[in-house]
């Protein structure tokens, strides 16, 4: 049995078993940028920034 192959964070580098990408708003125009690929330690800490300066914290 193979050992599944670790993904790299693209935002601190952690090496981990799965990563996770955000949709932010509706009106968000990322066609121009690469897509970010985050650990969930990551995910979790810009998506409550985001809800933070939003106000929905």
Do not use: F
Request: net charge positive.
């Amino acid at each position: 049995m193979t050992t599944p192959k670790k993904l790299r964070c693209d935002t601190c580098g952690a090496l981990v078993d799965n990563l996770r990408r955000d949709v932010v708003d509706d009106d968000y125009n990322a066609l121009n940028k690469p897509a970010l690929w985050n650990c969930e330690t990551c995910y979790e800490d810009k998506r409550a920034k985001r809800q933070q300066a939003r106000g929905d914290a």
